[in-house]
């Protein structure tokens, strides 16, 4: 189940624009949360190369991003374009639609922890 949670977020990230190219998404944990039935939480990690982004998406889930390495551009549908930088976290809710996930860097890889709160079992984008 685990395995193909984590295909599945793999290939949602994937598709889109021709700007797009694979993610490393490294899932660190799966957990259900038992003070809230039907909730589970998912954690992964995710690294762009170099002046790389994922396609436009939405999570079906409230997720949580932590900055850990290098810098990143983070847009929602009718938000403004933000640069984050480590330590500085980035919100979306569950009906959000992610514009822009790119590297801000041509030379650097940029790395972010995501922590994803979702329905048990639903896709998590």
Partial sequence: MKTKL??????CLLT?????EEPKVTPLMTSD????PGK?????TVEHAPGRS?????HNAYAFVYVLEG????????????????GQPFYEGPDDVHLV????????????????????GAPAV
């Fill in 6 to 11: 984590v295909a599945l977020v793999l290939l």
């Fill in 16 to 20: 889109g624009t021709a700007m797009a």
């Fill in 33 to 36: 949360l038992p003070e809230y």
């Fill in 40 to 44: 589970e939480v998912l954690m992964i």
């Fill in 54 to 58: 994922s396609a436009i998406h939405r």
């Fill in 71 to 86: 810098s990143v551009i983070m847009q929602l549908k009718n938000g403004k374009q933000v640069t984050l930088t480590p």
């Fill in 101 to 120: 996930d790119r590297n801000a860097s041509s030379t650097e890889p940029a790395k972010f922890l995501v922590l994803l709160i979702k329905d048990k």
